[in-house]
């Protein structure tokens, strides 16, 4: 050790270590500068000359890091792979049995317009549109199972959220779509929608909170809005190979998030605050969007987690 080598006693055992040492290279205790005189102590211990400390930024930063995160979103993409590969195919084949039935309806000049780009008028209308239906249909049920691997990759207060099935709760949910559907041709779709959201986050269970169950306030009418605008905006996102779809997708996130109601530490629902803005999202949509393109769909799974990931980071629970 050099003679201009500045030294100090240790604190602890009285060694004499280097002075700009923080542990000691005698007995290994960490060092640190009292909060109130400067001094060297050892890091957790009253200083001698004052009374103050170092270890209230110390204690502070350790209950932090123990901390768990009030909500959490952690997956690998890999199990999600399946899932996405099977809604695409629903989709393309929902999409393929509406064109053909346009193209056999008696619709004048929407079905000539059809068929004057190529797609073939095969099979009898009312055989395609009942294919189209089951086919739409599908895709929702594929949809809930991605809502379900979600939630079950999800932790709130430090604990999995628990999704469970509920034989009684899904008959009543389909009598009630069959006989809604049926009476009103369809229109009703939207209430049943929303329905079907408050069932699925119903059945979502919290074991940090004496296994409550979540809650969902969106309403049937939120839905028709949202259906309209997807509607108006789905052309424009056709026309940008699928870009824009990020902005349709941003409308049902935010409802979604938006409206998902979480209970207290004395059991009241409360909405969740959800923080995510539409730039922070449409960044990512948009890089996800490139490596789908890039990697003939591989990446798709990866930049879904990557959403959940952002949406989870921005979405605060009740204390």
């Not at 095969?122 to 089951?134: F, Q, R, T, Y």
Request: glycine share 10%.
């Amino acid at each position: 050790m050099g003679a201009d080598t500045q030294l100090k006693d240790c604190p602890s055992c009285g060694s004499s270590i280097p002075e700009a040492a923080v542990r000691c290279t005698v007995c290994n205790s960490g060092l640190g500068h009292c909060v109130g005189c400067n001094a060297w102590i050892v890091v957790g211990t009253e200083c001698f000359d004052c009374g103050k400390t170092t270890a209230v930024v110390a204690r502070k930063a350790v209950q932090a890091a123990r901390a768990p995160a009030k909500y959490e979103f952690d997956a690998s993409p890999l199990g999600l792979l399946p899932l996405v590969l099977v809604r695409f195919l629903l989709i393309a084949s929902c999409a393929v049995a509406v064109a053909l039935a346009l193209a056999a309806s008696p619709f004048g000049v929407v079905s000539k317009y059809v068929t004057d780009h190529g797609v073939p008028t095969k099979g009898h209308w009312s055989v395609l549109w009942g294919a189209a239906a089951a086919l739409h249909v599908a895709v929702g049920f594929s949809g809930t199972l991605i809502r379900r691997f979600r939630m079950t990759h999800t932790s709130m207060y430090g604990q999995p959220v628990e999704v469970t099935i509920k034989p009684g709760i899904l008959i009543m949910d389909l009598f009630i779509t069959l006989a809604v559907m049926g009476l009103t041709a369809g229109l009703g779709l939207p209430w049943v929608y929303a329905r079907y959201r408050r069932s699925f986050y119903r059945s979502c269970i919290l074991p940090g909170r004496g296994n409550q169950s979540l809650g969902f306030h969106g309403s049937g009418e939120e839905v028709l809005g949202r259906f309209l605008l997807t509607l108006l905006l789905l052309p424009l996102s056709l026309a940008t190979a699928g870009l824009m779809f990020g902005v349709i997708t941003w409308m049902w996130v935010k409802w979604d998030y938006a409206n998902m109601m979480v209970p207290d530490k004395h059991g009241q629902l409360h909405r969740v605050n959800f923080n995510g803005t539409f730039g922070g999202y449409f960044g990512r949509w948009a890089l996800g969007w490139l490596l789908t393109l890039a990697t003939a769909g591989i990446y798709r799974p990866f930049a879904k987690v990557a959403e959940w990931r952002w949406m989870a980071q921005n979405t605060v629970v009740p204390p």
